[in-house]
């Protein structure tokens, strides 16, 4: 775009069923408002989400709905 851009981005709501028996293997705290946390579980788990990003210089915004099932 030739241009620097500001895109914020935010998890408006996630709601995460199934998780049972799960043992938390790995949490990396990547910076004061960011984690990654990675674990093991037996069963099935379903993700809903909501993401959005805005594009400040644009004055734009998206929004994604997501849904997976890890089996």
């Not at 093991?40 to 004055?59: R, Y």
């Amino acid at each position: 775009m030739g241009q620097d851009v500001t895109i914020s981005t935010a998890i408006n709501s996630i709601n995460i069923t199934g998780l049972t028996n799960f043992v938390p293997q790995d949490i990396n705290v990547t910076s004061p408002n960011s984690a990654a946390i990675a674990t093991s579980s037996s069963g099935q788990i379903a993700v809903d989400a909501e993401l959005s990003a805005f594009v400040e210089e644009m004055d734009e915004s998206a929004t994604a709905h997501l849904h997976f099932v890890l089996e």
